[in-house]
Nanobody
Framework: QVQLVESGGGVVQAGGSLRLSCAAS????????MNWFRQAPGKEREFVSA???????LYGDSVKGRFTISRDNAKNTVYLQMNSLKPEDAAVYYC????????????????WGQGTQVTVSS
């Protein structure tokens, strides 16, 4: 059983930056592709970014060029650096882990964190 704990959310002005972290425990971190999803009120959970065990990355169209995902396998942690934040980026951000290759579909993930709130003021 893998436990995921997100941190780093908060309130930021439009144009600002935040870095989210997701600490994993209870599993072999290197075996998992790590993913970030987000969900705004009244909307479906949306794929944001993913990183494979070897460091390959994938981004949703709405965040390309602004967000950067990375992982530190020694610390069992994945990060999401979010720059040039927009009001439409406001959501609860979830970390997810999946055994094996990247999948961008929420139902394909094996484990989820509890989420961290990101609020962007205009």
């Amino acid at each position: 059983q893998v436990q995921l704990v997100e941190s780093g959310g908060g309130v930021v002005q439009a144009g600002g930056s935040l870095r989210l972290s997701c600490a994993a425990s209870g599993g072999t971190f290197r075996s998992y592709s790590m993913n970030w999803f987000r969900q705004a009120p009244g909307k479906e959970r949306e794929f944001v970014s993913a990183i494979s065990w070897s460091g390959g990355t994938l981004y949703g169209d709405s965040v390309k060029g602004r967000f950067t995902i990375s992982r530190d396998n020694a610390k069992n942690t994945v990060y999401l650096q979010m720059n040039s934040l927009k009001p439409e980026d406001a959501a609860v951000y979830y970390c997810a882990a999946r055994r094996g290759p990247i999948q961008v579909v929420a139902r394909s993930q094996d484990y989820w964190g509890q989420g961290t709130q990101v609020t962007v003021s205009s």
